[in-house]
């Protein structure tokens, strides 16, 4: 079966602090996606990544970056995190086709 | 952007019975996937359809899709308690292995 990890369940963290969540894969898959998803608004696609070192911006990447630079690992940044920024974040990796979903890190920013 | 518009929001029915959750969309799509979500964990890949195929079987799971209307249903057949979660549908367009989601639909199974 696919694992998919992300480093921390839960994380509180204050405003204007830099915050890396960290997501692992053990399966060799091409593709990586971080969304966040929020009550009643779903899952919004932050950012993916087809390959190492290449990334794309999804629907809402403004105060976000992403870093790949190994093929299992996908690599989310809040540069300086803000209170709006409060969600639960997904990370998912696939190879062409469904996708396969870590637990989610709840973060908080206080 | 949300693409997958879910119907209803919340539902709850009675163990054994029948669950359906329907799926809206707005522009065409190579293929169309439900997920399952149980409180506070990640989602879980159930079925995929693609735009070519109209219906679906997994177990007790019916998915069809209708291009023509863009939309997709889910049917749970035979509901049980551990059916309660929220599922949520997902679109991807040709040209990229993007997933766009829609706001789920909350299931109750009351036993």
């Known amino acids: 079966d696919v694992k998919v990890t992300q480093s921390s369940r839960y994380l509180v963290k204050r405003t204007g602090e830099k915050v890396f969540l960290e997501c692992v894969q053990d399966?060799?898959?091409?593709?990586m996606f971080w969304y966040r998803q929020d009550p009643g608004l779903g899952l919004r696609l932050i950012y993916f990544?087809?390959?190492?070192?290449?990334?794309e911006k999804g629907d809402i990447p403004e105060g976000y970056s992403v870093s790949r630079e190994k093929k299992e690992r996908f690599s989310l940044i809040l540069e300086s995190a803000s209170t709006n920024q409060t969600s639960m974040y997904l990370c998912?990796?696939?190879?062409?086709?469904?996708?396969?979903f870590g637990n989610g890190t709840r973060l908080t920013v206080t | 952007s949300q693409q997958g518009e879910e119907d209803p929001q919340a539902l709850s029915i009675q163990e054994g019975e029948n669950a359906t959750m329907n799926c809206s969309y707005k522009?065409?799509?190579?293929?169309l996937q439900w997920y399952r979500q149980n409180s506070g964990r990640g989602l879980v890949h159930l079925i995929l359809?693609?735009?070519?195929?109209r219906e679906k079987h997994s177990g007790r799971l019916r998915v069809t899709l209708d291009t023509s209307k863009k939309s997709s249903s889910l049917l749970i057949t035979a509901s049980r308690a551990a059916d309660t979660a929220s599922y949520f549908c997902?679109?991807?367009?040709?040209?990229?292995?993007?997933?766009?989601f829609g706001t789920g639909t909350r299931l109750t199974i009351i036993p």
């Open positions: 998912a990796s696939s190879f062409y086709g469904p996708l396969h």
């Open positions: 399966m060799d898959h091409e593709n």
């Open positions: 990544s087809y390959d190492v070192k290449m990334k």
């Open positions: 522009t065409s799509i190579n293929n």
């Open positions: 359809i693609r735009s070519n195929e």
């Open positions: 997902a679109t991807v367009n040709f040209g990229n292995e993007k997933l766009t």
